[in-house]
């Protein structure tokens, strides 16, 4: 029997928002925007059922919402082992939900079903030894500090 327990649903749909709403009951109003992910703790069994993007050398992206451009994104990022993001800014906040394996900053490890918030103003480096799978929801887009003339903010006072 094919299980596919990972699923990625997107429904287009989008209530009129110029227009004042109507008189509604629950049964009338209109569907929204829905991304669905059944089992997600269990996607690294499954991760092939999904269509994943390059993001980095040796990291892989699915994005759920969002360009990663402007406004708020959400996506899941692949690291195979020894993959790196380099040294990025949070212009808002990032919550990262580790679903499988583990990844390591500048704060220490990171392991399957911790979920860590880095706040505005922070700034990290991240590594997968091993790899991981992990579920990236950002409020604002990061800024990556690629050369030395990209610099975080000085008003930040360093790494979270």
């Not at 669905?36 to 059922?49: R, S």
């Not at 990291?59 to 996506?75: F, N, S, W």
Request: glycine share 8%.
């Amino acid at each position: 029997m094919a299980r596919l327990p990972c699923r990625h649903i997107v429904k287009k749909t989008a209530p009129d928002t110029t227009a004042p709403p109507p008189e509604t009951t629950e049964s009338t109003l209109p569907p929204f925007p829905l991304v669905e992910i059944a089992n997600l703790f269990d996607v690294a069994n499954h991760q092939e059922d999904l269509p994943w993007q390059p993001f980095r050398e040796g990291v892989d992206i699915h994005r759920l919402y969002g360009d990663g451009v402007k406004g708020p994104t959400a996506a899941l990022l692949r690291f195979r082992r020894e993959a790196r993001v380099p040294l990025h800014y949070h212009e808002g906040w990032e919550h990262i939900l580790v679903l499988s394996g583990s990844q390591r900053d500048q704060n220490g490890t990171v392991r399957a079903g911790t979920l860590r918030i880095h706040p505005p103003g922070t700034y990290h480096s991240i590594v997968s030894e091993a790899g991981c799978i992990v579920l990236a929801i950002y409020e604002k887009p990061v800024r990556f500090l690629e050369s030395s003339a990209d610099q975080p903010p000085e008003e930040t006072g360093g790494s979270e």
